[in-house]
């Protein structure tokens, strides 16, 4: 496995700026895996052995290193060096392991990757798109490196999340409760001095952006009876609820209407002619 950083442009302070402690505090949690299996599933359907896979927004490497668990090659990339260097730091205790080669690249400078081939799919978990900008130029250069047939799997916020409406309303904090509502979106704090500007954005609009060079399979929430992760006290406080709320979530994430109110959707897409 090899690393290559480039410069990022601009740089990524507040994804740096938690780098050291975003396993502890979601990775490793049981909602992080929790929300973090029910993706696994949706990739696993979609990628396979012997193809070759681009994720971007790759944060400290986990779901790369499942593909090239299951035979997948992969090139991964995030803005972030200190992202990028937890997840070499991670892959170099692998072996065995299908290729992975990881970037620091932000996802608006993919028009830089010139692969020998178009990739056989693409990737983008926990929200990496919702911290773009503009999604029309990074949908036309996932076109221009997913071959016709590869399938995109795009883990993005939902729009309304039934359980952060009420977690921040019994705090009475109506402002966060409808954080998601907002147009132009909300200037996120991932740490002390670092900040990302965050926009939610509905299934509909994603789906304009993506047409007319990707063809929408399915999607399905994730969140809607697991909490999001700053509730992280709930696993611990109500061992029994969580571990049913776990079960049933894949149940409800796949009804039409209730999927809607799930912290993520989970958007799986075909690359078309």
């Known amino acids: 496995m090899s690393i290559l950083v480039e410069r990022s442009t601009p740089p990524a302070p507040a994804f740096d700026a938690i780098a050291g402690f975003y396993d502890?505090?979601?990775?490793?949690?049981?909602?992080?895996?929790?929300?973090?299996?029910?993706?696994?599933?949706?990739?696993?359907?979609?990628?396979?052995?012997?193809?070759?896979?681009?994720?971007?927004?790759?944060?400290?490497?986990?779901?790369?290193?499942h593909l090239a668990s299951r035979?997948?090659?992969?090139?991964?990339?995030?803005?972030?060096?200190?992202?990028?260097?937890r997840a070499q730091q991670r892959a170099d205790k692998y072996s065995g392991l299908a290729p992975v080669r990881f970037r620091c690249l932000p996802i608006e400078e993919s028009d830089k990757l010139t692969p020998d081939k178009p990739y056989?799919?693409?990737?983008?978990?926990?929200?990496?798109?919702?911290?773009?900008?503009?999604?029309?130029?990074?949908v036309w250069n996932l076109a221009r490196l997913v071959r016709p047939g590869g399938h995109a799997v795009l883990c993005v916020f939902g729009t309304f999340c039934l359980w952060e409406v009420l977690w921040y309303l019994r705090k009475g904090d109506a402002p966060k409760a409808l954080r998601r509502t907002r147009r132009g979106g909300v200037d996120a704090v991932l740490a002390p001095g670092a900040a990302v500007k965050v926009r939610y954005r509905s299934v509909g609009s994603i789906l304009r952006a993506f047409s007319p060079y990707f063809r929408?399979?399915?999607?399905?929430?994730?969140?809607?009876?697991?909490?999001?992760?700053?509730?992280?006290?709930?696993?611990?406080?109500?061992?029994?609820?969580?571990?049913?709320?776990?079960?049933?979530?894949?149940?409800?994430?796949?009804?039409?209407?209730?999927?809607?109110?799930?912290?993520?959707?989970?958007?799986?897409?075909e690359r078309v002619e």
């Open 216 to 269: 929408l399979k399915r999607f399905r929430g994730v969140g809607v009876a697991v909490p999001p992760s700053y509730a992280g006290s709930i696993p611990g406080k109500f061992p029994r609820l969580f571990r049913l709320a776990v079960a049933i979530d894949p149940v409800l994430g796949g009804c039409a209407g209730i999927r809607s109110l799930a912290d993520h959707m989970v958007l799986t897409f």
């Open 24 to 65: 502890d505090a979601f990775s490793d949690s049981p909602i992080g895996r929790a929300q973090r299996c029910a993706v696994w599933r949706e990739m696993d359907r979609e990628f396979h052995e012997g193809q070759s896979i681009l994720e971007i927004n790759c944060g400290t490497g986990i779901d790369a290193l």
């Open 71 to 85: 035979g997948v090659r992969v090139d991964a990339f995030d803005s972030a060096p200190g992202m990028i260097a």
């Open 120 to 138: 056989d799919g693409v990737l983008s978990n926990f929200s990496g798109l919702n911290c773009v900008a503009e999604l029309q130029s990074v």
